[in-house]
Nanobody, 120 residues
Framework: QEQLMESGGGLVQPGGSLRLSCTASGFTLDRYAIGWFRQAPGKEREGVACIWSTTGRTTYLDSVKGRFTISRDDGENMVYLQMTSLKFEDTGVYYC?????????????WGQGTQVTVSS
C-alpha cells in the first residue's frame, strides 16, 4: 500500500524545538518535491516549506524563515522539518505531501498529519 506517514509532533513550550519526519511506504520519495503544510483550527491549510527533488532547493513560508529547516535523505526515504524557536502560532496539524515541483500544488500523496501544539 502506497502511503505517506508523518511523525514527530507533540506538545512543546514557546521557544522550543521539534523535528518532524515524513516517510513513504510502497514508493520512494526521491522523484518528488516534498512539501510540508499545516492547518490550524479555524484556518485554511498553508504551505510551510518545500524541497525540490533533484536540486534540493528549498522554499519557506515567510513566517518560518530562519526558524524551520526542511531537508531530505533519499537514501533513507525520509524528509524532515526541523522547527526551532516555536511560537504559539505554529500550532496546528502538520502534513507532508508529494508535489511535482514546489511551484505546483500537491496533487499526489498526503500523510495523515501530526499534531504540533505550542503552549506554555
Amino acid at each position: 500500500q502506497e502511503q505517506l506517514m508523518e511523525s514527530g509532533g507533540g506538545l512543546v513550550q514557546p521557544g522550543g524545538s521539534l523535528r518532524l519526519s515524513c516517510t513513504a511506504s510502497g514508493f520512494t520519495l526521491d522523484r518528488y518535491a516534498i512539501g510540508w503544510f499545516r492547518q490550524a483550527p479555524g484556518k485554511e491549510r498553508e504551505g510551510v516549506a518545500c524541497i525540490w527533488s533533484t536540486t534540493g532547493r528549498t522554499t519557506y513560508l515567510d513566517s518560518v524563515k530562519g526558524r524551520f529547516t526542511i531537508s531530505r535523505d533519499d537514501g533513507e526515504n525520509m524528509v524532515y522539518l526541523q522547527m526551532t524557536s516555536l511560537k504559539f502560532e505554529d500550532t496546528g496539524v502538520y502534513y507532508c505531501a508529494t508535489q511535482k515541483s514546489c511551484y505546483e500544488p500537491p496533487k499526489g500523496y498526503w500523510g495523515q498529519g501530526t499534531q504540533v501544539t505550542v503552549s506554555s
